[in-house]
């Protein structure tokens, strides 16, 4: 593959605009940098050196193309030093201001043909472009962190942006080894727009007192395969960065419910607790590692209770082919004994309000998440409802941990821990989508590198139901009239059609 840019300037020279410089120059290009803070540039190259001579000790890299690569990178003490420059990355400070001046000077400095791109991560394209002579030469190169290992970079247009630029920009990335994605100029671009969901629906969960940070992480790693929780995953990034975008994507898109940010995470940084770098953030850590509570013992049942299941629940036969397996009598009467541990499965709502719809009696009735097949899963999770007495809970929870399976019990809540977060975040896909913000392949392409989960938000709904994810989605708006879980256009059609999230429209 011929090299698209076989000179690039590199502008900022902080974690980001070496991890790009780094990739830059592996992939043939001269790459020169420069920052405004005296000494900076030249600490980048002996920073991006080191990582070249681990990457040698590790067999990655040959010893005899260690000095080329160090030829490639070069210290620049002006602007004016990026003349011969067809492509300057800038990797500066996250201001509009900053940026508009910077690149105002190099459209006066690097030739016509010369493209100009941004890596910022929550800026408008179009707001930094708007005041250039040339802005179809102007693009968005989002990278994320660590550049080398974050294999996904969305390319940005802004309005005026000429499609040639895109294309160039895109074979860049794709020189560099790394993944390119489209992404329309609206906040958050792809990732972090898609990914909103996850942290903020499980910090309502724990604001509604359903469960806490340990529980909801274990929940959604062994039901779902999520390689964090969400707690851990905002402990490993910090809130004094994951709170900011927060509030930044809710307002940039004037107060829209689904991103709205949690007083939890305003809290804990205005105290500075924000995660794993100062050794404490919703967990506390020892010599790096998390301090994570146990989880509660299984209580001991001598005589567990017949299980009666109401003829509407959801997965009936697996439910009862689960219990029976587990080892205890279901009844299969109209209406349940006056000894009976009554069971529900339902989707989207409360226990609460299905026992009070169903007329069963709330002091006999747990619900257990029956989203997931059960071998499927790695834990089962079965919630209670404010009536339910301790030794119907504890008899739950016996049995369904009977054959060794974890078991998590949290409170009464519309929906559980997983059926709300995947819903939320498939609905949020499925808006982007309807949006037109990218394409569903770039979606999902974007999100498993780009976020690390097991698969893409529309790849789930398919998974586990566009119908069902449809229906929680609807349970939830209807019974609590929150316009956080309005159902988007693009799975309302789908899910009521039985369809795939990627299926597109003729």
């Known amino acids: 593959m011929s090299i698209v840019f076989s000179t690039i300037g590199l502008v900022g020279t902080g974690a980001m605009g ?144 000429a499609p040639e630029t895109l294309d160039r920009l895109s074979h860049c990335v794709k020189q560099l080894g790394h993944t390119p994605v489209r992404a329309q100029d609206t906040p958050g671009f792809i990732v972090n727009h898609a990914g909103r969901g996850y942290g903020t629906e499980a910090l309502r969960i724990v604001g509604e007192s359903v469960a806490d940070f340990a529980t909801i992480d274990r929940i959604l790693r062994d039901q779902v395969g999520f390689k964090l929780g969400p707690f851990e995953l905002m402990d490993l ?40 770098k100062v050794g404490e953030g919703f967990y ?34 697996d439910l009862q082919a689960l219990i029976e397996k587990l080892g205890a009598v279901v009844e299969n009467g109209e209406r349940p004994s006056d000894q009976a541990l009554i069971v529900v499965a339902p989707l989207g709502f ?56 974890p078991v998590s019990v949290i409170r009464d809540s519309g929906g559980f821990v997983t059926q709300r977060v995947l819903a939320t975040l498939i609905n949020i896909a499925s808006d982007m989508c309807q949006q037109g913000i990218c394409s569903p392949e770039d979606l999902e392409t974007a999100v498993v590198l780009g976020l690390g989960y097991p698969m893409g938000p529309l790849n789930m709904g398919t998974r586990y139901g ?3 994810m449809l229906e929680i989605l609807f349970n939830m708006h209807t019974v609590y009239a929150d316009p956080r879980y309005r159902p988007s256009p693009w799975l309302r059609r789908r899910g009521a059609l039985g369809l795939s999230l990627l299926h597109v429209e003729p």
């Open 350 to 405: 409360d226990i609460t309000t299905v026992a009070a719809v169903g007329r069963l009696d709330p002091a006999r009735t747990v619900g257990i998440d029956m989203l997931v097949e059960d071998q499927a899963t790695k834990r089962r999770v079965i919630a209670t409802n404010p009536a339910t007495k301790p030794a119907m809970r504890d008899a739950a929870h016996a049995l369904f941990a009977r054959d060794g399976k």
């Open 18 to 161: 070496r991890g790009i410089a780094q990739l830059a120059a592996q992939s043939g290009s001269t790459v020169k940098l420069f920052d405004a803070a005296p000494g900076a540039a030249e600490a980048a190259v002996q920073a991006i050196g080191e990582q070249w001579e681990k990457l040698v000790e590790k067999g990655r890299l040959k010893a005899l193309q260690l000095k080329s690569l160090q030829q490639k990178l070069v210290v620049v003490g002006a602007l004016g030093d990026l003349a011969d420059c067809q492509l300057v990355v800038e990797a500066v400070v996250e201001r509009l201001d900053v940026k508009r001046s910077l690149f105002a000077q190099l459209e006066d400095i690097v030739p016509e043909t010369a493209v100009l791109a941004s890596n910022t991560s929550s800026l408008s394209i179009t707001a930094i472009a708007a005041g250039l002579k040339h802005p179809g030469r102007f693009g968005g190169l989002h990278f994320f962190n660590p550049v080398p290992l974050m294999r996904v970079v969305e390319v940005i247009p802004g309005i005026r942006t």
């Open 466 to 468: 566009s119908p069902s």
């Open 237 to 276: 990034t910090a809130l004094d960065v994951s709170h900011p975008v927060m509030e930044s994507i809710y307002h940039q898109y004037f107060e829209e419910p689904r991103f709205r940010p949690s007083v939890i995470t305003a809290q804990r940084l205005a105290g500075g607790v924000v995660g794993k």
């Open 284 to 317: 506390k850590y020892e010599g790096g590692v998390a301090q994570v509570p146990p989880e509660p013992r299984v209580p001991e049942v001598v005589n567990l209770p017949p299980v009666w299941l109401p003829p509407q629940a959801t997965r009936r036969a």
